[in-house]
């Protein structure tokens, strides 16, 4: 790995973490395309969780906006999830602090992506960690507000990736018992 922010280093299981942030009942119907966010982001977390990548949660003001969807939510420890009220998840203090926040990359789902994703994104790339952002698995109200803010992250030194490219990189090779199961189940 040989960019701070990541621009030529690959996602590796051992050293990332699955950040996904506000993705709430309140806020989640008002988002463009919100089942295909929610959809990709609960398949990066079920491929996180059989490679062993710890998976951190957002919740943004949860009394006004709710909890997270409760497909993402269900069997996560309450060390999972963070509460937050500044939009930067780093900016509470706890992110960093939890399992799996001390790691060096993170991958980004969530949103919105104009505004907590994003400030999150830029508050890691600023302590040097690496992101790479799930380009099929964040969002916002309006989709223009989305795609500024991909390229706003990407000009900042985060790498926009896929939902596959994540998967493949952190299984590394084929070959593997864990590899056929993955592949049948999620790669079809």
Not at 122 to 138: K, P, S, T, Y
Not at 166 to 187: N, Q
């Amino acid at each position: 790995m040989t960019s701070a922010k990541g621009s030529t280093a690959r996602i590796s299981a051992t050293a990332s973490t699955l950040l996904i942030i506000d993705i709430q009942t309140r806020l989640f119907p008002v988002i463009a395309n919100s089942q295909a966010l929610a959809d990709n982001s609960l398949w990066l977390q079920q491929v996180a969780r059989r490679l062993a990548v710890p998976v951190l949660l957002t919740e943004q003001y949860s009394q006004g906006l709710g909890q997270t969807i409760a497909s993402l939510r269900e069997g996560h420890a309450p060390s999972a999830i963070i509460e937050k009220l500044h939009f930067s998840a780093v900016s509470e203090g706890e992110l960093l602090n939890r399992p799996g926040g001390e790691r060096e990359q993170f991958v980004v789902c969530g949103s919105e992506a104009h505004v907590c994703v994003l400030q999150t994104v830029l508050d890691l790339l600023a302590l040097g960690r690496q992101v790479f952002v799930v380009e099929e698995a964040i969002g916002s109200r309006k989709p223009s507000d989305k795609n500024l803010a991909l390229a706003r992250m990407q000009q900042a030194g985060a790498v926009i990736v896929s939902r596959e490219m994540v998967a493949f990189e952190w299984l590394e090779h084929a070959g593997t018992d864990l590899f056929r199961a993955i592949s049948l189940e999620f790669l079809r």
